[in-house]
């Protein structure tokens, strides 16, 4: 009787070594997963800075080309028909280069938005852990 007493106490102090090993473990788990989430949004912050200044760098070469391309566009003088032909050919080009440095501006613009999407995602997950860890921990 004594024997059996004996391991049965035995069993039930290994399995409860056992569950309180295992919260430990799944606790380390969610740090470890925390931490490799802020790896990545750090990652993801570093290139939103490096693509917030090349849109900057792009909003003002836009800007310039804008002002170049609405003062072309209104200087045409009807005197000389050859010449015309000439500033026109010029207007289309510039033209042309102001819509492609929009086209990218706006694709630059659309890039920020969906980091700032993928950012405060990550961040809500990341708090999410850390409440539940905190949690775990009291």
Do not use: C, H, W, Y
């Not at 909003?59 to 002002?67: D, V, Y």
């Not at 566009?73 to 009807?78: G, Q, V, Y």
């Amino acid at each position: 009787m004594k024997r059996i007493f004996l391991i049965g106490i035995m069993i039930l102090s290994v399995a409860s070594g056992f569950a309180q090993n295992v919260a430990t473990v799944n606790n380390l788990k969610e740090q470890q997963q925390v931490l490799d989430l802020t790896a990545k949004l750090n990652a993801l912050e570093l290139e939103f800075e490096k693509k917030k200044l090349e849109n900057n760098a792009l909003t003002s070469k836009a800007a310039g080309i804008n002002t170049d391309a609405n003062i072309t566009t209104t200087d045409f003088s009807t005197s000389d028909p050859s010449s015309t032909v000439k500033e026109a050919k010029g207007t289309i080009k510039k033209l042309k280069e102001t819509k492609e440095i929009n086209k990218k501006l706006a694709k630059s613009q659309s890039e920020l938005t969906k980091l700032e999407k993928k950012i405060t995602k990550l961040k809500t997950k990341i708090d999410k852990l850390n409440k539940k860890i905190q949690f775990i921990n009291k």
